[in-house]
């Protein structure tokens, strides 16, 4: 191809990324004013930039708070945003969490919630149900995510410990008018797992979220586990009588992200080639299969001839067993270059579309196919890496960490295998 391969793949990422910008995707699905008050509350890693949008181009008056991952903050006029930990939550969204709930309380027929969700919701909605703490919270999260657990298997177990998520919002909004704006960072787009569907209604029970637990061998905190086996106040169901007056809609979506980064290819004729925006494993063992589908095209011109680029969204797991730094795209695109193994003229690209990989600085890196050569001449050993779970210091040690701040939208992740014409299944020579 003519022009840098890093250069294009970041170019698909910033499209990507700005297809799901709330100043994009907010205005046009804003309801009507309601007769009674408008409020806004929300969590999310958008959740800030969701509400300016909302500020921005509404007519009437409103008020509210919504709250967002440190750092994710937008000066707001009146709308407040508070600022919480993720993705082991804090004090600081439980306060919020609790400020929302009495926000919403006593509202009537003719009053609308507006309310903006986005992933990260699920953390900084931090209200924990009654008889449990945040610390237990905190406890059981830590263990879910070091588990290798899904997001839906862990928005299962949240929406079960929280007296707001799984519907309860909704619940508590009643009489009111609530019209929830969704951007979607969960594979498939489930309402009810996008920030654990604190509006919308709850298909699972407190024995689905048992058995998550269970699955991945987390017999602590003793308060969760008696929690969950009592089955006390369930979530409600979609035959709720509170659904009644609930509205969703999804305004941003993985699968837009990708069609919008395959426009960008197709203009400058490279074939896209879109695997799927739902895509969820081990980030290694889904790295194997991308390497797979980029051999076939570099080999064989199938499913269609080099240059192309596969594109692919979803959320990867990591189970942790090493001791290094990195989040889900650093480990897929590690694992990546190990089965790779230096093939010429394939170069890759996987980021958080947040901004913020996992819990590092990065969004996530590029790779091409000088890559381990390069880390061989510093003395890296990208197997080694790979099994100590350490890609940020990999791709850090050469240069090749994608840096953008928090992009304040969150449509999962993104990744970009572009195959050059010509490109071979060997090393690079």
Known sequence: ????????????????????????????????????????????????????????????????????????????????????????????????????????????????????????????????????????????????????????????????????????????????????????????????????????????????????????????????????????????????????RTQTKLIATPQQSLEAAAQVARDVGIAPLILGDSIEGEARDIALMHAGIARQVARHGQPAPAPAVLLSGGETTVTVRGRGRGGRNAEFLLALAVALDGAAGIHALACDTDGIDGTEDNAGATLGPDSLARAAALGLSARACLADNDGYSFFSKLGDLVMTGPTLTNVNDFRAILIEDGAADGPKT
Request: charged share 20%; glycine share 10%; with cysteine.
């Open 1 to 244: 191809m003519n022009g840098n391969p890093k250069t294009f793949l970041t170019g698909l990422f910033e499209a990507a990324v700005a297809t799901a910008d709330p100043a994009r995707c907010v205005p046009a699905n804003l309801p009507p004013p309601p007769r009674g008050r408008t409020l806004v509350v929300g969590a999310g890693k958008a959740a800030a930039a969701m509400a300016k949008a909302v500020e921005d181009n509404w007519t009437g008056a409103l008020e509210g708070l919504v709250v967002t991952r440190y750092g994710h903050g937008v000066p707001c006029r009146r709308i407040e945003v508070v600022e919480a930990a993720h993705p082991v939550p804090d004090a600081a969204g439980q306060d919020a969490s609790a400020r929302i709930l009495k926000m919403v309380s006593g509202l009537s027929a003719d009053d609308l919630v507006l309310c903006l969700i986005s992933g990260g919701g699920s953390a900084l909605l931090a209200a924990p149900a009654a008889g449990l703490t945040l610390e237990d919270k905190r406890v059981v999260t830590g263990h879910l995510l070091r588990s290798g657990a899904t997001i839906t298997e862990i928005n299962c177990v949240r929406k079960h410990l929280s007296a707001i998520k799984g519907g309860r919002l909704a619940a508590a909004c009643a009489p009111a008018q609530v019209v929830t704006l969704a951007i979607s960072d969960i594979p498939g787009d489930d309402l009810s797992a996008i920030a654990s569907g604190p509006t919308v209604p709850d298909p699972t029970s407190h024995g689905d979220a048992l058995a998550v637990l269970e699955k991945y061998q987390i017999g602590e905190p003793a308060k969760v586990i008696a929690h969950l086996k009592a089955a006390v106040d369930e979530t409600p169901k979609p035959d709720d009588p509170v659904f009644a």
